[in-house]
């Protein structure tokens, strides 16, 4: 970007970035603050598709607003997430079809409140 010389000029482009990177500022809300480290005994894109299809995209639409996986190895992941209600994430994970999907395929599951450092 070309800034002016002219101080008129230059004092209306400087509003105008800071309104341009306004949203930039406020990017606490899209933090992930969940961390989920899973075990199991499916393959890691067979968990993957399931958590993603059945609870992610299904169970946890309205309060999970980002995730990520990351694979440690073919029988674990961490699972990174955005999370604005963690009640909601509790009874998600304690509902029944929840709770059999990870009989079946023996899954353990950690749950961590992520907090950022500043």
């Known amino acids: 970007m070309l800034l002016s010389e002219e101080p008129e000029k230059m004092a209306f482009q400087a509003e105008t970035l800071k309104e341009i990177c306004k949203p930039v500022e406020d990017f606490h809300h899209l933090l992930m603050n969940t961390l989920i480290v899973s075990t199991f005994s499916c393959s890691f894109d067979s968990f993957k598709k399931d958590v993603t299809e059945l609870?992610?995209?299904d169970m946890c639409k309205e309060f999970v607003t980002a995730y990520e996986f990351v694979k440690v190895d073919e029988h674990k992941s961490h699972l990174i997430m955005n999370v604005t209600?963690?009640?909601?994430?509790?009874?998600?994970?304690?509902?029944?079809?929840?709770?059999?999907?990870?009989?079946?395929?023996?899954?353990?599951?950690t749950?961590?409140?992520?907090?950022?450092?500043?």
């Open 55 to 57: 609870f992610l995209e």
């Open 85 to 109: 209600d963690l009640e909601k994430l509790g009874a998600a994970m304690a509902d029944p079809v929840a709770t059999e999907w990870d009989k079946k395929n023996n899954c353990n599951d």
């Open 111 to 118: 749950v961590y409140k992520i907090e950022l450092v500043e």
